[in-house]
């Protein structure tokens, strides 16, 4: 059974700093994983996708990195400004099935400080 | 284009009530999933639509279900409510059968009294 960690639970960041988030699973036959952000109350805007074939996708100042043997993927944000401020998700899509199913991990709150 | 939309955004319930919640994917869309969203249990897969026909299921009681209309527009609807299915559900769209970003509206918030 597909699990999905998200280490750390909580962080706390100045203003311009560069960060780094984990996301770890346990079943390396993913299809692709999907990196969001929620905002308190609200529904979850997608930030990448990285497909099961890609090492890693860059957005702006967003890059996501997969590594499916290791069963890790990492979100990197560069010069943070507290408008990142929120929760962060990653998800995960297994390779069997023709399904749209996401696991979710558990979120990293994310707090950058002015 | 216009995103996932929800309706209603809010609600309030007594138990033993039944409860049943829209979504209307981005148009082109013919994915429909629902998850739920509490803080202890996190995001939770409920079902997944596609082409009016429910493709997979997650763990949840039967009184929990849904449908898709052939406009791909969806609705869930959850009967005999308990104080536990206080939550925020979330629907997400997607235009192909897999491997495409899945798009989520802003939820419906129950609650249950």
């Known amino acids: 059974k597909q699990e999905v960690t998200q280490i750390p639970a909580a962080l706390s960041v100045p203003e311009g700093e560069n960060l780094v988030l984990n996301c770890s699973f346990t079943d390396s036959a993913i299809y692709n994983l999907q990196w969001f952000r929620q905002d308190p109350g609200k529904g979850l805007t997608s930030l990448l996708l990285?497909?099961?074939?890609?090492r890693e996708q860059t957005s702006g100042r967003l890059n996501a990195s997969l590594d499916k043997s290791s069963g890790r993927s990492t979100l990197y944000i560069a010069a943070s400004q507290p408008g990142d401020s929120a929760t962060y998700l990653c998800a995960v899509k297994d390779g069997g099935g023709a399904t749209n199913k996401l696991i979710f991990g558990t979120g990293t709150l994310l707090a950058v400080q002015p | 284009k216009a995103g996932v939309t929800q309706t209603p955004r809010y609600l309030i319930k007594t138990r033993g009530q039944q409860v049943t919640l829209s979504c209307s994917p981005i148009?082109?869309?013919?994915?429909v999933s629902w998850y739920q969203q509490t803080p202890g249990q996190g995001l939770q897969f409920l079902f997944e639509?596609?082409?009016?026909?429910?493709?997979n299921k997650g763990n949840f009681p039967g009184r929990f279900s849904g449908r898709q209309f052939s406009n791909s527009r969806s609705e869930m609807n959850v009967s005999t409510l308990e104080l536990g299915d206080s939550a925020l559900y979330l629907c997400?769209?997607?235009?192909?059968?897999?491997?495409?970003?899945?798009?989520f509206g802003p939820g419906t918030r129950l609650l249950v009294l």
């Open positions: 148009s082109g869309h013919r994915s």
């Open positions: 639509y596609f082409s009016e026909t429910q493709r």
């Open positions: 990285i497909q099961s074939s890609q």
């Open positions: 997400a769209s997607s235009s192909r059968d897999r491997g495409e970003t899945q798009y």
